[in-house]
């Protein structure tokens, strides 16, 4: 078993049920647009190493209607994962695009809000 198989995502987590029916996109009852949340939220909400940030962005890519995107930025280029905007939105709403590193799948931000410059600086005034 590789670093990029979903299975390792499973295992190394140790999550529960609900998570390894993500992993396999067969719980009939959701819709993509909650996969695609579950998503987002595990890699906007927690710190996953290297091999599970992997792991899930190929999970992901193996669920129906979650598509990839490749050649998109959130300030940084890098690779998405993609899913429609779900029916009966407003009818400005855009697809929501989770922006990855393309080598090490670290979560960049979304396609149209990239994550705000933080850091340390040497003297008030400098910028990130």
Do not use: C, H
């Not at 029916?87 to 090490?104: I, Y």
């Amino acid at each position: 078993m590789t670093a990029t198989d979903a299975e390792l995502v499973e295992a190394s987590l140790r999550v529960p049920e609900k998570f390894a029916l993500f992993l396999q996109g067969n719980d009939k009852d959701r819709s993509v647009n909650s996969y695609g949340k579950d998503v987002l939220g595990m890699v906007s909400g927690s710190y996953l190493p290297g091999p599970q940030r992997a792991a899930l962005f190929e999970a992901a890519t193996r669920v129906p209607g979650l598509t990839v995107v490749e050649n998109v930025s959130a300030g940084r280029p890098g690779i998405g994962i993609s899913w429609p905007v779900p029916e009966g939105s407003l009818p400005e709403a855009k697809p929501t695009v989770m922006v990855f590193d393309k080598d090490t799948y670290e979560y960049l931000g979304t396609q149209n809000e990239p994550p705000d410059a933080s850091g340390f600086v040497n003297q008030v005034g400098d910028r990130v």
